[in-house]
């Protein structure tokens, strides 16, 4: 029903940058929140920053100054500039969407979907 692809994660040095992007597709009525989480190994996931429709950002403590979130409304993507990354962002990052599916004219309730992750390790 709403897909989302990821892309733009890979290796990269300390103190460097890099831009992720997340594009949603498929039967969507409408997009509300859009988000990035991260996972360590053996930990849950967790917020890395998210934006309402209206363009309203949240960020954790832990990379807030250093990623911006924003989003293309009419290209239903969301993207994520991180920079001065540190090797403690090592992780799989994963976009995520709030978002209602049409399917043969119904509209189905609020949703929340992800994409399939997308991996960003950072060197010392």
């Known amino acids: 029903q709403v897909r989302l692809v990821e892309s733009g994660g890979g290796l990269v040095q300390a103190g460097g940058s890099l831009r992720l992007s997340c594009a949603a597709s498929g039967s969507i009525s409408s997009i509300n929140t859009m988000g990035w989480y991260r996972q360590f190994p053996g930990k849950e996931r967790e917020l890395v920053a998210s934006i309402t429709s209206g363009g309203s950002a949240n960020y954790p403590d832990s990379v807030k100054g250093r990623f911006t979130i924003s989003r293309d409304n009419a290209k239903s993507t969301v993207y994520l500039q991180m920079n001065s990354l540190r090797p403690e962002d090592t992780a799989v990052y994963y976009c995520?969407?709030?978002?209602?599916?049409?399917?043969?004219?119904?509209?189905?309730?609020?949703?929340?979907?992800w994409g399939q992750g997308t991996q960003v390790t950072v060197s010392s």
């Open positions: 995520n969407a709030e978002a209602r599916a049409v399917v043969a004219g119904v509209t189905f309730p609020q949703k929340r979907y």
